[in-house]
Nanobody, 122 residues
Framework: QLQLVESGGGLVQPGGSLRLSCAAS????????ITWFRQAPEKEREGISC?????ATSNYAGSRFTISRDIAKNTVYLQMNSLRPEDTAVYYC??????????????????WGQGTQVTVSS
């Protein structure tokens, strides 16, 4: 059973940093593309960054966000730096077969985690 579980969210001050984790089970990261998304209240879910099965990455939201992975732990990470209040959102990870490559579009993904809340506020 393919499952994704996000963790690491919480409250952080503006200018601070946070690292989110996406723990994968039921599949091997080398065969899937994983993308981080976020959704703020009353806004559409938007893609942030993607990592392919081979390890190549695509960025959709600028240099403050960096995706990486630990194959041994079957976990994908999102490092977030210089956070701003407008970064406040629920952050999700999603998976699809790496055959289809990276995509920042919600409709391209069938497998999703439950999301983790990130709040940037002083």
């Amino acid at each position: 059973q393919l499952q994704l579980v996000e963790s690491g969210g919480g409250l952080v001050q503006p200018g601070g940093s946070l690292r989110l984790s996406c723990a994968a089970s039921g599949f091997t990261l080398g065969s899937y593309a994983i993308t981080w998304f976020r959704q703020a209240p009353e806004k559409e879910r938007e893609g942030i960054s993607c990592i392919r099965g081979q390890g190549a990455t695509s960025n959709y939201a600028g240099s403050r966000f960096t995706i990486s992975r630990d194959i041994a732990k079957n976990t994908v990470y999102l490092q977030m730096n210089s956070l701003r209040p407008e970064d406040t959102a629920v952050y999700y990870c999603a998976a699809r077969q790496t055959l289809y490559g990276c995509s920042g579009l919600r409709r391209h993904y069938a497998y999703w985690g439950q999301g983790t809340q990130v709040t940037v506020s002083s």
